[in-house]
């Protein structure tokens, strides 16, 4: 009897230590916190301006957020499971589509969902606000699924609308089957989605406001209950304010860290990690590689300076045949943004070309590209901007030429009798 008493716990222990290593959708290792500053401080004088970091993730990315230009990349368009991640999406789908003060009744599904849990149960009133807090504080898969059931009816017609929310933002690699991200083939994402995804949801006041939080107290049933932020870097890096932890065994560990000092907002994504620590160290690394080793610049200001120079240099050389005028008015499209992030020692590699077709034969339609002026580091480009004709320019017809003839043969009698 003492053997098969000791046989059924062997079996339980099994059952349960086996359930608990392939659903949880984010860590719960011990706790980083008192080796973050130290770490950072490490990494913050490892590299010299031409050392990239050599990370254990597999995949990552480091994005700036106003140009969305790529800072660093490793595997950054390999589709991959993204596990808690995916509650990014959750959120914003349900902060544009629900009143955040509407109650939520908790389904039997939603309650019994496993992995990383805020603790619901069946019948539970909840606010919408507070299943958002525990969606993206405690990532709690019972929150994503009362949420995706209320707000799109069941998983399935919420994932549509997350997908929906995907072409909507034209992502071609990013697949959405569940609101919680627990392992499946068809959902997946990469890392420069991810980060596309995240910047969209950081546009938005309210997920911003959830996201920056380290913790805070909800109320289930009118019952307080206190909340902890998984981010192990909010808080606890310098300029950190989001976003996202996760973890199944298909994904490994993930982390999308927001985080902005001075004037640079960067997005940082690490998917597929084999540990916490090696998360947390990558994520590190690789914001204080971005951060040391590249700087801002006034792009906009270069390359209007460098536009107006050139039309003083070469607007007279304009040539529109049988156009009503022969000076065009031109224009650049507008720089779509204002600084532009640029590794150090490549600044003096910044060059700006204009090319422009100065034979135009008309008519020509108003706002029709006739040139371009692109911006290359290294001879790789990144960016380009149109140059558009402003007026239309009509084609002369006989009256046109009859009226030029007049001018000049009064114009050569004035000259005749009036020197």
């Not at 089957?177 to 949801?201: R, W």
């Not at 006739?370 to 790789?380: A, N, R």
Request: a negative charge.
């Amino acid at each position: 009897m003492k053997i098969y008493k000791l046989l059924v716990y062997f079996i339980v222990f099994s059952i349960l230590f086996s359930f608990n290593n392939t659903i949880y959708a984010d860590d719960i290792d011990t706790d980083l916190s008192q080796d973050i500053e130290n770490l950072s401080e490490t990494v913050n004088t490892a590299y010299s301006l031409e050392q990239e970091p050599t990370i254990n993730s597999r995949a990552a990315i480091v994005m700036d957020r106003n140009s969305g230009v790529i800072l660093y990349g490793k595997n950054e368009n390999d589709q991959r499971k993204m596990a808690s991640t995916t509650k990014i999406m959750t959120a914003i789908v349900v902060i544009e589509n629900a009143n955040l003060d509407d109650i939520v009744t908790v389904s039997a599904k939603a309650a019994g969902t496993g992995g990383s849990r805020l603790g619901l149960h069946t019948n539970d009133k909840i606010s919408v606000r507070n299943l958002l807090y525990g969606l993206l504080l405690c990532s709690g898969n019972d929150s994503a699924v009362a949420l995706a059931e209320y707000v799109g009816g069941d998983i399935e017609g919420f994932s549509k609308m997350m997908n929906k929310k995907c072409d909507e933002l034209g992502l071609s690699s990013t697949h959405f089957v569940t609101p919680h991200g627990l392992d499946n083939d068809e959902h997946y994402t990469t890392a420069y989605e991810l980060a596309l995804i995240t910047n969209y949801a950081l546009k938005n006041d309210i997920f911003k406001r959830y996201v920056a939080t380290k913790n805070c107290t909800i109320a289930i049933n009118n019952y307080s209950k206190n909340l902890s932020n998984t981010n192990e870097l909010l808080g606890s890096l310098n300029g950190v304010y989001g976003v996202k932890t996760g973890f199944t065994n298909g994904a490994n560990r993930c982390l999308v860290t927001s985080v902005k000092r001075n004037n640079m907002d960067l997005i940082c994504v690490v998917l597929g990690a084999d540990t916490k620590k090696d998360r947390t160290k990558d994520s590190i690394e690789l914001i204080e590689y971005a951060f040391k080793n590249f700087e801002l610049i006034n792009i906009k200001e270069k390359i209007q300076t460098e536009f107006e120079n050139w039309k003083l240099c070469n607007i007279s050389n304009f040539t529109i045949e049988k156009g009503l005028y022969s000076v065009p008015e031109i224009i650049l499209d507008d720089v779509p943004y204002e600084q532009f992030p640029i590794n150090s020692n490549q600044i003096d590699k910044l060059n700006i070309y204009i090319y422009c077709n100065n034979y135009l034969k008309a008519p020509v339609e108003a706002n029709s590209v006739i040139g371009y002026l692109t911006v290359s580091i290294e001879d790789k480009t990144v960016l380009t901007l149109n140059i558009r004709n402003v007026n239309t320019i009509e084609k002369k017809d006989y009256m046109n030429y009859f009226n030029e003839i007049i001018c000049n043969y009064v114009y050569y009698l004035e000259s005749i009798f009036f020197g």
